[in-house]
């Protein structure tokens, strides 16, 4: 079993930056891959990206491309999101979910097995 809690976060202005955590409970995480999804008021839940449980690969959706940038310190169990750049249109709550598929960094909600809570993120224009 693994226990997912993002934080960081908040309102930001546009243009501006934030670093999303996860962390995690449970020995096991550094054996799961660990992708970030996110949903919109009135939208579906969509993916942003992932990461394998190395860290070696990583996938990412075509519009946070060059602006986000997901990491992890297994040591710490944890996995970031920094995002860059940000733009009215990503205010979303941010969620984080892991895989037992470890080498996984596929945008399949489905995939996924374990779900955190959310952080809101609000960027203003």
């Known amino acids: 079993q693994v226990q997912l809690v993002e934080s960081g976060g908040r309102l930001v202005q546009a243009g501006g930056s934030l670093r999303l955590s996860c962390t995690a409970s449970?020995?096991?995480?550094?054996?799961?891959?660990v992708g970030w999804f996110r949903q919109a008021p009135g939208k579906e839940r969509e993916f942003v990206a992932a990461?394998?449980?190395?860290?070696?690969?990583?996938g990412y959706a075509d519009f946070v491309k060059g602006r986000f940038t997901i990491s992890r310190d297994n040591a710490k169990n944890a996995v970031y999101l920094q995002m860059n750049s940000l733009k009215p249109e990503d205010t979303a709550v941010y969620y984080c979910?892991?895989?037992?598929?470890?080498?996984?960094?596929?945008?399949?909600?489905?995939?996924?097995?374990?779900w955190g809570q959310g952080t809101q993120v609000t960027v203003s224009s």
């Open positions: 979910a892991g895989s037992g598929r470890y080498a996984y960094t596929g945008a399949q909600s489905d995939a996924y097995d374990y």
């Open positions: 449970g020995r096991t995480f550094s054996t799961y891959a």
């Open positions: 990461i394998s449980f190395s860290g070696g690969n990583t």
